[in-house]
């Protein structure tokens, strides 16, 4: 089986279980597992960094990580959106020193905190939200892998994520249009503030996912697991929504 084929079946599985996370479970069961899933994604962070104990640590920093979401949350957001800025200047300028690996994940981890609890928050305040977010997210990944794979050539930033091409992006662009249509059909929405929304989508999908590729390459990682067949890790599948989720719950928040 090739790795293309593994990397659908796996992601039709991942999506079969959070359709039956979301039609079976009731909210509280829905509340842990999303915990557990922040859990494990700032485990697989901290493993990268081959450290003993990477399950001690990730409880350590990750426990009061989301308990300062709870408690301020404007203050981690903001923390997470200024790093998120100076974190990608310094990744286009291509600084690789090896001191950059440890300080990604060290603020990596509160990047996990406000994603877990944001992904709570936003699934108990607006599932429509969450819900077409997840489809914004998953066809940017998925359409800009297959347009990337079947007619990429124009790599974007080799150093970093070599298999990243403009043909892959335009894909995803593509899918971005067709979403953008299909909700100005759907939903009565402002063409403006639209359009304003889903580039804002893109833009956080891809430096989500160039970042993680970043901080890999740094560390000399490959994958950041291998939970996930023909994906790698958790963070691997999941780091183009880092971003994107707390952004869509601070738009839910303001509506």
Not at 42 to 50: K, N, P, R, T, Y
Not at 92 to 99: A, D, Q, T
């Amino acid at each position: 089986m090739s790795q293309t084929q593994t990397r659908i079946i796996s992601a039709l599985l991942l999506v079969s279980v959070f359709a039956l996370v979301f039609a079976v479970f009731p909210d509280t069961w829905v509340w842990w597992l999303f915990l557990a899933f922040g859990g494990l994604i700032l485990l697989e962070s901290m493993q990268m960094l081959d450290m003993p104990l990477p399950g001690l640590f990730a409880g350590v920093f990750g426990v009061p990580g989301y308990l300062l979401c709870h408690h301020y949350f404007d203050v981690m957001l903001g923390f997470v959106a200024f790093t998120w800025l100076i974190r990608s200047v310094l990744m286009l300028y291509g600084h690789k020193h090896h001191y950059m690996g440890y300080m990604l994940t060290w603020i990596g981890w509160i990047d996990i905190a406000v994603f877990t609890f944001c992904l709570q928050q936003l699934y108990f305040l607006n599932t429509d939200y969450l819900l077409i977010s997840a489809g914004l997210i998953a066809g940017i990944d998925s359409c800009g892998y297959f347009a990337g794979k079947f007619y990429g050539k124009m790599r974007i930033i080799p150093a970093i994520s070599p298999n990243k091409t403009l043909e892959g992006y335009m894909g995803a662009f593509v899918w971005l249009m067709v979403c953008f249509l299909m909700l100005l059909i759907v939903r009565d929405i402002q063409i403006l503030y639209l359009t304003l929304f889903l580039s804002m989508v893109y833009v956080l999908a891809i430096t989500g996912d160039l970042l993680v590729s970043y901080q890999k390459r740094i560390l000399g990682v490959k994958d950041t697991g291998s939970m996930i067949p023909g994906h790698g890790g958790l963070l691997d599948r999941f780091d183009s929504w880092m971003y994107v989720i707390p952004f869509v719950y601070l738009i839910a928040l303001i509506n």
